[in-house]
C-alpha cells in the first residue's frame, strides 16, 4: 500500500459527459501528479500540482483540468467525453517539487469507461 | 527531450533463471532513472532508482540495475527469477527539474515454472 488513495475505483459513463477523480496523496506529500494509461499511448503525465498551484504540464487536454485544495487532495475533471478518453488514471505523489529526490507513489488507480 | 525505450515488449523466463529486461534512455543532462513495477490490476511501485549516485543500484525483491553512461542504458536484472515477479515494468526517466516522469512503453514478463 503506497498510502495513495483514490476515489472511485472504477467509473462508467457515456460521452458527453462530466466526470471528478479525486486524489489524496501520502501523508506529507506536497506534489500530487495525474497520469493516464491507456492501451494505445501508455503512460502519459498529464499535470502536476505542488501545494496548490500548476507546477508542470504534460499531455493534457483542454477538456481536463485539475486542481489541489488546502488539504492537498487533489481533483481531476474530465469534460465532454468521449471514447478515446476510457483509460486507467493514476495519481501520485512526492515530498519535493524537483531535485534528485524525487520518487512518485503511485495509487491504485481509477478506471474511466466512457460508453 | 528525454525519452526512455524499452527495447522488449514481452519476455519469458523459467522459474529460477535469470531475468533481463532492457532499458535505453536519451536524455540531454544527467537523469534520474527508475524502475517501477505494475502488478495486474495494481499501481505503480517503485522498484528501484539512480540519482546520480553509486551506478549499480539494488532494489527491491532481488532486482539490481546498472546505469551505464556511455551506453546510455538502464538494464534491469535479477539473478533468479521468481513466479511472483510475473508483471509490467516500466523504465522512467525524468526531466530536468524532476518534476516530468517519461515513461517507455513496458516490458511485460512471463515467468514460466
Known amino acids: 500500500d503506497s498510502g495513495v488513495t483514490q476515489t472511485p475505483k472504477h467509473l462508467i459513463t457515456a460521452t458527453g459527459q462530466r466526470v471528478t477523480l479525486r486524489c489524496s496523496p501520502r501523508?506529507?506529500?506536497?506534489?500530487v501528479y495525474w497520469y493516464q494509461q491507456s492501451l494505445d499511448q501508455g503512460l502519459q503525465f498529464l499535470i502536476q500540482?505542488?501545494?496548490?498551484?500548476?507546477?508542470a504540464k504534460g499531455n493534457i487536454l483542454e477538456r481536463f483540468s485539475a486542481q489541489q485544495f488546502p488539504d492537498l487532495h487533489s481533483e481531476l475533471n474530465l469534460s465532454s467525453l468521449e471514447l478515446g478518453d476510457s483509460a486507467l488514471y493514476f495519481c501520485?505523489?512526492?515530498?519535493?517539487?524537483?531535485?534528485?529526490?524525487?520518487?512518485?507513489?503511485f495509487g491504485p488507480g481509477t478506471r474511466l469507461t466512457v460508453l | 527531450a528525454q525519452s526512455v525505450t524499452q527495447l522488449d515488449s514481452h519476455v519469458s523466463v523459467s522459474e529460477g533463471t535469470p531475468v533481463l529486461l532492457r532499458c535505453n534512455y536519451s536524455s540531454s543532462y544527467s537523469p534520474s532513472l527508475f524502475w517501477y513495477v505494475q502488478h495486474p490490476n495494481k499501481g505503480l511501485q517503485l522498484l528501484l532508482k539512480?540519482?546520480?549516485?553509486?551506478?549499480l543500484v539494488k532494489g527491491i525483491n532481488g532486482f539490481e540495475a546498472e546505469f551505464k553512461k556511455s551506453e546510455t542504458s538502464f538494464h534491469l536484472t535479477k539473478p533468479s527469477a521468481h513466479m511472483s515477479d510475473a508483471a509490467e515494468y516500466f523504465c522512467?526517466?525524468?526531466?530536468?527539474?524532476?518534476?516530468?516522469?517519461?515513461f517507455g512503453t513496458g516490458t511485460s514478463l512471463t515467468v514460466i515454472p
Open positions: 501520485a505523489s512526492s515530498v519535493v517539487s524537483r531535485g534528485d529526490y524525487n520518487e512518485q507513489f
Open positions: 500540482y505542488y501545494n496548490g498551484e500548476e507546477r
Open positions: 522512467v526517466v525524468t526531466s530536468n527539474t524532476g518534476n516530468q516522469f517519461y
Open positions: 501523508s506529507g506529500d506536497l506534489s
Open positions: 539512480y540519482t546520480s549516485a553509486a551506478t
